[in-house]
């Protein structure tokens, strides 16, 4: 299966992998509807990958929604990022049901690419504080990202979400995400079709020196509980993430061409340790999202050398076997 990517930049093969899954309840705080659908949407479980290739971070998103009726013609939803994005593809289908399964205990231990239609350079200003990039469309996604150029920017980005139909980012919400050259990508989703839609994962990649979960993000989010995958070099402990309030499960040893062949693609056909975090109940009292330091992250894992080269192999191990299905570069 080929992947169809919309480039704007350049990427290289994954190095640290970091996962998460937001399993909501019956909201649709996160969820932008048109102001005549009168249906409750409901998000039934967001889900994301995350992994580092030591230059840039890679996000993939995924989200199943429903409504008692047929649902919308498009609904939208908006993310923060730390920096434009250079690439955007839909992902495999099944990826996260493989990593959700290659983490259920017990499991053994083992002791560039391009694609049609890539975005414009042209841009247009939003105003003094951003600047609206040309859209992007991704299969049914249409990629609209909006960069900040000065932190005092959120009176100006709120007007362009409301006059372009997604709900205003509350100010606690823009504080930790404002920062010149960050970005917040309003995302729409047309024709999902039913009362039921699954769509196919959004793999966005951006520059950036770590891998981040924008968990404080969801602080409207409803309640809501969290898995999340990391896929490191060495094992974690079950309490890297306790101050993010998420427990861990013991890391299991991956190994290429195994029972996870949607992974390794996106590893480099790379060896680690897959571990799989949860928490629940987040926005409920003492599991405020607004009340977390921090995000989740993880740093990008090799020492950059001279000439731009990067150094892995203390990190990683790379088998010299080929995946079944590899990545087709087109």
């Given at each position: 299966?080929?992947?169809?990517?919309?480039?704007?930049?350049?990427?290289?093969?994954?190095?640290?992998?970091?996962?998460?899954?937001?399993?909501?309840?019956?909201?649709?705080?996160?969820?932008?509807?048109?102001?005549?659908?009168?249906?409750?949407?409901?998000?039934?479980t967001k889900q994301a990958l995350l992994f580092h290739d030591g230059t840039n971070a890679h996000l993939v998103i995924g989200t199943q929604v429903a409504a008692a009726k047929k649902?919308?013609?498009?609904?939208?939803?908006?993310?923060?990022?730390?920096?434009?994005?250079?690439r955007y593809a839909e992902a495999d289908a099944f990826l996260f049901e493989e990593l959700y399964r290659a983490t259920e205990p017990p499991r053994p231990s083992f002791g560039g690419l391009r694609g049609k239609n890539a975005p414009k350079a042209g841009a247009f200003s939003g105003g003094v504080g951003i600047e609206v990039h040309t859209p992007v469309t991704v299969g049914r996604y249409e990629i609209r990202p909006v960069q900040v150029l000065r932190e005092r920017a959120g009176d100006e980005l709120n007007r362009w979400l409301t006059g372009s139909g997604y709900a205003p980012v509350p100010a606690s919400m823009q504080q930790y995400y404002l920062r010149p050259g960050a970005v917040f990508l309003a995302v729409k989703v047309r024709n999902p079709g039913g009362e039921n839609a699954k769509l196919k994962p959004l793999h966005i990649v951006y520059r950036s020196e770590q891998v981040a979960m924008p968990l404080k993000f969801a602080e409207k989010s409803g309640i809501?509980?969290?898995?999340?995958?990391?896929?490191?070099?060495?094992?974690?402990?079950?309490?890297?993430?306790?101050?993010?309030?998420?427990?861990?499960?013991?890391?299991?040893?991956?190994?290429?061409?195994?029972?996870?062949?949607l992974l390794a693609r996106i590893t480099g056909n790379r060896q680690g340790y897959l571990t799989r975090f949860t928490g629940y109940r987040f926005n409920t009292p003492g599991r405020l999202v607004r009340t977390l330091?921090?995000?989740?992250?993880?740093?990008?894992?090799?020492?950059?050398?001279?000439?731009?080269?990067?150094?892995?192999?203390?990190?990683?191990?790379?088998?010299?076997?080929?995946?079944?299905?590899?990545?087709?570069?087109?």
């Open positions: 299966m080929s992947t169809r990517w919309i480039r704007a930049g350049r990427a290289t093969a994954g190095l640290f992998i970091f996962a998460l899954a937001l399993v909501a309840g019956a909201s649709q705080a996160c969820i932008h509807v048109p102001t005549e659908y009168r249906e409750a949407v409901t998000e039934r649902l919308p013609e498009h609904f939208s939803w908006v993310l923060p990022l730390p920096s434009l994005p250079s809501f509980d969290v898995l999340l995958y990391t896929f490191t070099p060495q094992p974690l402990r079950p309490t890297h993430f306790a101050a993010h309030r998420v427990m861990g499960l013991p890391s299991v040893s991956i190994r290429p061409g195994g029972s996870t062949p330091r921090t995000d989740p992250s993880l740093p990008a894992p090799p020492t950059r050398l001279s000439g731009g080269a990067t150094h892995s192999a203390k990190h990683w191990r790379t088998a010299s076997i080929r995946v079944t299905k590899p990545l087709v570069i087109r």
